[in-house]
């Protein structure tokens, strides 16, 4: 698998870039990189991994010869934010799932019933960690964890391990890729945004033609039960968006790694 002693220098380079592009990716990556995993484990699956891939991986007769140690820092620098890049990449569908829930929590009533996450260290609504889990759930059960591995692999197919180079067009791809959180965030929460205004307005009819009933009073717990429901409702279409997601990443992860380098 890997024979050190006649293993020279510059393949010990190359072993040292693979295993920071596999640590960006687990520094990132959703599911497995999850900060509830230990850092041993993590380091763990870094090293396994790396030494998996080093004798699979195409380029290394062409390795740039290192000159100096700037030039290796910049190779390492590089090596890191393309691991970081894939896992960010996956990792947005779930910040736009906790996006969703942010907004429906808001509309439902929910707004100060938050908790602590530690993967993200940051509050975040009751509603969010619920679709948070739950879009885990799917991850895993379609295979979500190996598709991140397999985009990881390919990555060294598109750019060999020192073959990284910045384009101005790679930035705005990723700017353009992260607006795309908002369109998760839309879709899985317009089943409950849109029965909710479709609330208010009945509830807005009814303060019209009786007066003298308490609309606020009553339509707290009648909003929380329509949201709660509707959520219940519209779980296969969340499963169905986050599957669609998982599948529009993985395409346009293929375009954003060209930009960064040489096919």
Do not use: C
Not at 71 to 89: H, K, S
Not at 188 to 212: E, N, R, W
């Amino acid at each position: 698998m890997f024979d050190f002693i006649n293993y020279g220098a510059d393949k010990l380079i190359v072993l040292l870039l693979v295993i920071l592009r596999t640590s960006g990716l687990l520094i990132m990556a959703p599911v497995i990189g999850d900060r509830a995993i230990p850092v041993l484990i993590k380091a763990g699956l870094v090293i396994l991994l790396s030494l998996i891939l080093v004798p699979t991986i195409p380029g290394l007769d062409t390795f740039p010869q290192v000159t100096s140690l700037w030039q290796l820092a910049g190779l390492a620098f590089n090596e890191l934010l393309i691991g970081f890049t894939i896992g960010l990449f996956f990792r947005l569908i779930f910040i736009g799932v906790l996006t969703a829930g942010s907004m429906i929590g808001y509309q439902i009533g929910f707004m100060f019933a938050t908790l602590f996450d530690t993967s993200i260290s940051n509050q975040i609504s009751i509603i969010g960690r619920f679709w948070y889990v739950t879009a885990i759930l799917i991850f895993l059960s379609i295979s979500g964890h190996h598709l991140v591995i397999t985009s990881f692999v390919d990555s060294y197919q598109v750019i060999p391990a020192g073959g990284v180079t910045l384009y101005g067009s790679a930035g705005e791809l990723i700017i353009k890729y992260t607006a795309y959180i908002f369109v998760v965030a839309l879709k899985v929460a317009s089943p409950v945004m849109i029965t909710l205004f479709l609330t208010d307005v009945a509830l807005g009819t009814i303060a019209k033609t009786m007066p003298t009933m308490n609309v606020f009073f009553v339509g707290f717990p009648i909003k929380i039960g329509v949201g709660l429901v509707v959520m219940a409702m519209s779980l296969p279409l969340f499963a169905y968006v986050v599957e669609r997601a998982l599948g529009y990443f993985d395409n346009e992860l293929r375009v954003l790694l060209f930009s960064l380098g040489k096919a």
